[in-house]
């Protein structure tokens, strides 16, 4: 992992935990559902930049050689392992 990549990781975990321990205090609360919800959509927006952060530094490590290689099968067998994490973290909650 590149060391920008993961400190700006570690900063949007911290956030991410701050947001969900807040979740939990909400219901504890019996909080407005829809603010419950909100809170709920910024955790999942962070999750996101977070996974975003993770696959576009595997592209610049892991990606850049496999990409590079003069192996076909090596270089289709990256292609297919980025888009399988991709077709996941696109699906609709």
């Known amino acids: ?3 920008e990549n ?3 990781i570690r900063v949007a975990l ?3 935990r701050g947001m969900v321990e807040k979740i939990d205090t909400m219901l504890d609360e019996d909080r ?4 419950i919800a909100q ?6 927006g962070l999750l996101r930049g977070i996974n975003r952060t993770i696959l576009v530094n595997h592209l610049h490590t892991c990606g ?7 192996d076909k ?3 289709q067998e990256f292609i297919d392992e ?11 909650l």
């Open 82 to 92: 980025v888009l399988q994490v991709t077709e996941v973290t696109g699906r609709k």
């Open 32 to 35: 407005y559902c829809i603010d």
């Open 1 to 3: 992992m590149l060391p």
């Open 39 to 44: 809170q709920v959509n910024a955790a999942i």
């Open 14 to 16: 911290k956030k991410t």
């Open 6 to 8: 993961s400190a700006a």
């Open 73 to 75: 099968k090596k270089r």
């Open 64 to 70: 850049r050689d496999k990409l590079a290689s003069p």
